[in-house]
């Protein structure tokens, strides 16, 4: 950087739930690392309906030092749209989502930044093992990521998580593009383009607290990312009416073939009939569930509130 020339920013969006152990943690070493880059920065914590301590925390940090920024939300919306908001209140000219609970390494801060000096748009954070995870979630991330992959025109990296970079540009096109309320944003993040590039990191021990996303909540992620990404699950209708069809002339050609005429006993017509009924009702319930995200889509519902902002000035209803 020349004399004289002003420095870049890097904004670094954290966000913020039941994080009160982990805060003072994260804020120490968030500061370290980042006051060692060649880029200046701004911290935009999103406390997403906290209720321990950490509105009192965040805000005293934000008293402290007016890099802090600190959005509370009026209620629980879900991580997600705490990015969300992170992003719409970003002024850096690289934007980094991040957790709280340190398992998203601070160290890839300088690397991302490197990756910006080089050109790079789109910056995705993979992960290579998570540890604390145990085996059922690390099983179930890698079969939904083939599953998503096989059904889906959009490719996603697998072990993707929610720790990414972006620069201005590709922040404006999340900002003003992708305002869905049933959504996936590190699936946004690898699909708007841009040049892109990925770095590798493993994902470290929770500092305090515990995950989040119970098994419940994970399933209703992966459910609500297919049916965003992926029309496949509507076509089932046509499959199992295929299937149907060809079994109900299998069955007409038993029993045309066979001496009494009939098919050999009642259970199997009873079996023949519930399943072509459990099909039937899985198709509408799949039809059902993406009637579903489109009544929500119409409502056009705000994805967050603001009930509180420090050191930031903004909209309180987005």
Same mark, same amino acid.
């Given at each position: ?12 969006? !954290? ?47 934000? #008293? ?35 957790d709280a609970d340190l398992q998203h390494p601070l160290e890839c801060l300088s690397e991302i930044v490197h990756c ?49 970079? !972006? ?21 946004? !993040? #690898? ?15 929770? !500092? ?36 149907s069809g060809l079994l109900g002339v299998a069955v007409m050609i038993y029993t045309l073939l066979t001496r009494e ?58």
């Amino acid at each position: 950087m020349q004399e004289g020339e002003e420095k870049q920013l890097l904004s670094v969006v !954290v966000s913020v739930y039941n994080e009160e152990e982990a805060l003072p943690k994260f804020y120490q070493a968030a500061v370290e690392v980042l006051s060692t880059l060649s880029w200046d920065y701004e911290l935009i914590f999103v406390n997403d309906g906290s209720q321990d301590q950490s509105r009192s925390i965040l805000n005293q940090l934000a #008293q402290s030092d007016e890099r802090v920024k600190v959005i509370h939300f009026s209620r629980n919306f879900g991580h997600e749209a705490a990015m969300i908001a992170g992003l719409d209140h970003s002024q850096g000219d690289g934007v980094v989502c991040m957790d709280a609970d340190l398992q998203h390494p601070l160290e890839c801060l300088s690397e991302i930044v490197h990756c910006f000096q080089q050109g790079y748009q789109v910056i995705n954070m993979v992960r290579t093992e998570n540890k604390g995870a145990g085996l059922i979630k690390n099983l179930t991330s890698a079969a939904f990521y083939r599953l998503i992959n096989t059904i889906s025109d959009v490719h996603f990296e697998p072990n993707a998580s929610d720790f990414f970079a !972006v620069d201005r540009e590709a922040a404006q096109v999340l900002k003003t593009s992708y305002r869905e309320k049933i959504r996936f944003l590190r699936g946004y !993040v #690898q699909n708007i383009g841009f040049r892109k590039t990925s770095l590798y990191y493993e994902a470290g021990p929770r !500092v305090a607290g515990e995950s989040k996303y119970s098994l419940k909540k994970l399933l209703s992620f992966s459910v609500n990312t297919i049916l965003c990404f992926s029309n496949m699950p509507l076509k089932l209708g046509i499959y199992a009416g295929i299937f149907s069809g060809l079994l109900g002339v299998a069955v007409m050609i038993y029993t045309l073939l066979t001496r009494e005429g009939a098919p050999s006993g009642y259970a199997t017509i009873v079996a023949l009939i519930c399943f072509m009924f459990a099909m039937l009702f899985v198709v509408v319930g799949i039809i059902g569930e993406y009637i579903a995200i489109l009544f929500i889509e119409l409502k056009d519902r705000p994805v967050y509130i603001i009930s509180e902002l420090k050191n930031l000035n903004g909209d309180f209803l987005k």
